[in-house]
């Protein structure tokens, strides 16, 4: 028959020295008689399942299930039953639990169940690792939660850890908690888990939590000092970069690189580069041409290592290659413009002298009043040059025959 074992705002934690959290253990036994099995605990922090029995078996068989329905089975020998710590099992979708003695039809079977409002748990909890020690995680209020709710991010970066609650809350227009921002985060291999509550005057509110993995969440930097090495006598250009930095990964072999090389001069729609994927920190480029200009960026992503399998950030575009050679056009235009000036320099010149000499008239000379002729000597003048044309001879020679 059914019977609730009471609250168990304490069992998780024994686990972390969290804000009390709302949950409790209800465990259902045997219908045929009462169940000897009693007093069910689990110690989350040590992940063991204890009990009570009113009669000692020698062997019990415990059970323990996630909401996936990932399960993991043990058999002991006393009323305790230990789980390996790896099991990151989050509380707040629920957790159960089976006691049964083997050969016999006695077991217990129990779900730890949180309490709360349903529908007040935050939504779309999310974390980002960026820059090579910041964090930034945000959520979104439960649609059902009460307005005057408030939530508080509460985490571990390992299991011995001491829990840290978040020191610079991301707010939003009505002042209630919606992320949080950290900094000098280190990743290491362990699992973080991240719990978050709220409260209200009006009711009890759900928590959320949930293990994650920080190295798949951060965004890997740009690979550093990328050049370019290319020659003019070489029909090829040698491409080396370094490795990003990250606070947790010294092993080199830990990343493969995406290479995008584009020609610049051309446009997208003439042709495209395909991405090159190596492991490698260096490259040939065979396909170089020194008159052309290209752009290259390269970024990095895990392969085979605790490193995040996305691709990180573009390192900063750079150009090499020779490019068009725009020094000879210049020359050639210089010469052509300074042809064209020595040609028309003189022409110039010469207009706007003749233009000048008609556009300005004589100086008037002044007039000399000892050989100026008088108006009656003009008159007599003109009549003596008349009678000479008048008294001409005129001669006819004729040919005699």
Same mark, same amino acid.
């Given at each position: ?26 465990? !259902? ?5 009462? /169940? ?30 996630? /909401? ?9 020998? /006393? ?5 390996? +710590? ?51 995680? !945000? ?9 005057? !709710? ?51 005057? +009006? ?111 573009? /390192? ?24 064209? !000036? ?20 004589? +100086? ?38």
């Amino acid at each position: 028959m059914p019977h609730t074992l009471g609250l168990i705002c304490m069992i998780c934690w024994c686990m972390i020295p969290f804000h009390p959290l709302h949950a409790d253990i209800q465990c !259902t036994g045997s219908e045929a008689q009462e /169940s000897p099995i009693t007093n069910v605990k689990m110690n989350w922090r040590e992940m063991e399942l204890s009990w009570e029995s009113s009669k000692n078996f020698s062997n019990y068989r415990c059970t323990i299930m996630d /909401s996936d329905r990932e399960s993991l089975e043990k058999e002991v020998n /006393s009323p305790l039953c230990k789980f390996p +710590v790896e099991q990151y099992i989050p509380l707040h979708k629920g957790v159960f639990f089976t006691i049964e003695v083997p050969n016999t039809n006695i077991s217990e079977n129990c779900t730890f169940t949180p309490g709360g409002m349903d529908g007040s748990a935050i939504e779309n909890f999310s974390c980002v690792i960026y820059t090579i020690s910041l964090m930034n995680c !945000t959520w979104q209020a439960g649609k059902d939660a009460p307005g005057d !709710t408030q939530y508080f991010l509460y985490w571990q970066n390992s299991r011995y850890d001491k829990a840290m609650e978040c020191e610079l809350y991301i707010k939003d227009e009505n002042g209630r908690n919606t992320g949080c921002r950290f900094q000098n985060v280190t990743i290491m291999t362990e699992k973080a888990y991240f719990l978050v509550n709220g409260s209200s005057k +009006v009711s009890l509110i759900q928590f959320y939590d949930e293990y994650i993995d920080l190295y798949k969440i951060e965004i890997l930097t740009p690979p550093l000092n990328v050049t370019a090495d290319c020659t003019r006598d070489s029909a090829s250009c040698t491409i080396t970069w370094q490795p990003p930095l990250t606070n947790h990964v010294k092993n080199m072999n830990c990343f493969q690189y995406e290479i995008s090389i584009k020609n610049k001069d051309e446009s997208k729609e003439v042709k495209k580069y395909l991405p090159i994927t190596v492991r490698d920190t260096r490259y040939v480029f065979e396909t170089y041409d020194e008159k052309k200009t290209y752009i290259l960026k390269i970024r990095a992503s895990g392969k085979n290592c605790l490193v995040s399998s996305k691709w990180g950030e573009w /390192s900063e575009p750079i150009e090499f290659g020779q490019g068009k050679d725009y020094f000879i056009f210049a020359i050639l235009f210089l010469i052509a413009l300074g042809t064209i !000036t020595v040609t028309l320099l003189p022409y110039c010149l010469f207009k706007r002298y003749c233009s000048s000499k008609g556009m300005l008239s004589p +100086v008037p000379q002044p007039r000399d009043k000892f050989n100026e002729l008088t108006e009656e000597d003009n008159q007599t003048e003109h009549m003596s040059l008349s009678k000479n044309i008048t008294n001409e001879e005129i001669t006819i020679v004729e040919e005699m025959t």
